[in-house]
């Protein structure tokens, strides 16, 4: 059993970017594929991106074209782009298992927060 600790976390102005890491406890060699997953307030966790070993992404929410995901032998980096606030969440690593449904997955480890937002206080002023 691999385990994820999960960094990089932050608040971001909307159309911004993030990258976002995480270290596996052991080597991801043995490893068919690794995925990052959100859980968005008051919502189920979802598979966000997946890496297999051959390099083949999967996508299972809206951020085609805008997330990246790359593996090294014990990290792997989501880089997130074009932000948006619905991609507000908590995002955690894990080992990607396709034929099993992500609220059946374990040891989850922490997760780190990512929120999309203008920021508190911040005005918007629209001209006329």
């Known amino acids: 059993q691999v385990h994820f600790v999960e960094s990089g976390g932050s608040l971001v102005q909307p159309g911004g970017s993030l990258r976002l890491s995480c270290t596996a406890s052991?080597?991801?060699?043995?490893?068919?594929?690794v995925g990052w997953f959100r859980q968005p307030p008051g919502r189920a966790r979802e598979l966000v991106i997946s890496r297999d070993d051959s390099g083949r992404t999967e996508y299972g929410a809206d951020v085609r074209g805008r997330f990246t995901i790359s593996r090294g032998n014990a990290m792997v980096h989501l880089q997130m782009n074009e932000l948006r606030p619905e991609d507000t969440a908590v995002y955690y690593c894990?080992?990607?298992?396709?034929?099993?449904?992500?609220?059946?997955?374990?040891?989850w480890g922490q997760g780190t927060q990512v929120t999309v937002d203008w920021g508190q206080g911040t005005q918007v002023t629209v001209s006329p």
């Open positions: 894990h080992e990607y298992l396709p034929l099993t449904p992500v609220s059946d997955y374990i040891d």
């Open positions: 052991k080597s991801l060699r043995s490893i068919y594929a």
